[in-house]
């Protein structure tokens, strides 16, 4: 199976903060990587696929980079509304396995 | 608009059994691989499994193979997960979503999420 190592496990910034979390896999997973952001009692949002492909309707200050087996999400210019849960998950084999989580909160 | 609304979450005694539902429209339902993923209270995501769009490949995490079945009717746009024997550690929100597997292979659409608890 693949182990999906996410890092922080917290984040705290202030507005217009640029934040970026880690994923490491333990195999190379080519580029299939995605992130997600999921907020108190919702449903996970989709926001990168391919690791660095930005979802429709995701705003542009959200990005991705890497490829093979680290890969990193970053956020810009940190905005309130993007406190919450962020997941990475791998796509490249099965049992699909995701990262523990990051929280993002705003200092 | 997409879609997916879950059906049959509650209350369960352990060693008891379960079937969850999903309602699924707005996409072509039988071109798309779905999946269920299950988040225990307080916890991260864990994927449970995934069938393939025709149901002839399915797909399950170690933790519920044997005990849990994942189906699927294309006629009616649903999708079902029956869960047998479960056990305290079953106890999560169950989502449905669509297995996007055209250059993405992840979730793009996502139910609400039903809830299961495992109690006596």
């Known amino acids: 199976d693949i182990q999906m190592t996410q890092t922080p496990s917290s984040v705290s910034a202030s507005v217009g903060d640029r934040v970026t979390i880690t994923c490491r896999a333990s195999q190379d997973l080519n580029s299939w990587l995605a992130w997600f952001q999921q907020k108190p009692g919702k449903a996970p949002k989709l926001l990168i696929y391919a690791a660095s492909s930005l979802q429709s309707g995701v705003p542009s200050r959200f990005s991705g980079s890497g490829s093979g087996t680290d890969f990193t999400l970053t956020i810009s210019s940190l905005q309130p509304e993007d406190c919450g849960n962020y997941y990475c998950q791998q796509g490249k084999s099965f049992p699909l396995t995701f990262g523990g989580g990051t929280k993002v909160e705003i200092k | 608009d997409v879609q997916l609304v879950e059906s049959g979450g509650g209350l369960v005694q352990p060693g008891g059994s379960l079937t969850l539902s999903c309602a699924a429209s707005?996409?072509?339902?039988?071109?798309?691989?779905m999946g269920w993923v299950r988040q225990a209270p307080g916890k991260g995501l864990e994927w449970v499994a995934n069938i393939k769009e025709d149901g002839s490949e399915k797909y399950f995490v170690k933790s519920v193979k044997g005990r849990f079945t994942i189906s699927r009717d294309n006629a009616k746009n649903s999708l079902s997960l029956q869960m047998n024997s479960l056990r305290a550690e079953d106890t999560a929100v169950y989502y449905c979503?669509?297995?996007?597997?055209?250059?993405?292979?992840?979730?793009?659409?996502w139910g609400r999420g039903t809830l299961v608890t495992v109690s006596s």
């Open positions: 707005g996409f072509t339902f039988s071109g798309s691989w």
């Open positions: 979503a669509r297995y996007f597997v055209s250059g993405t292979y992840t979730f793009d659409y």
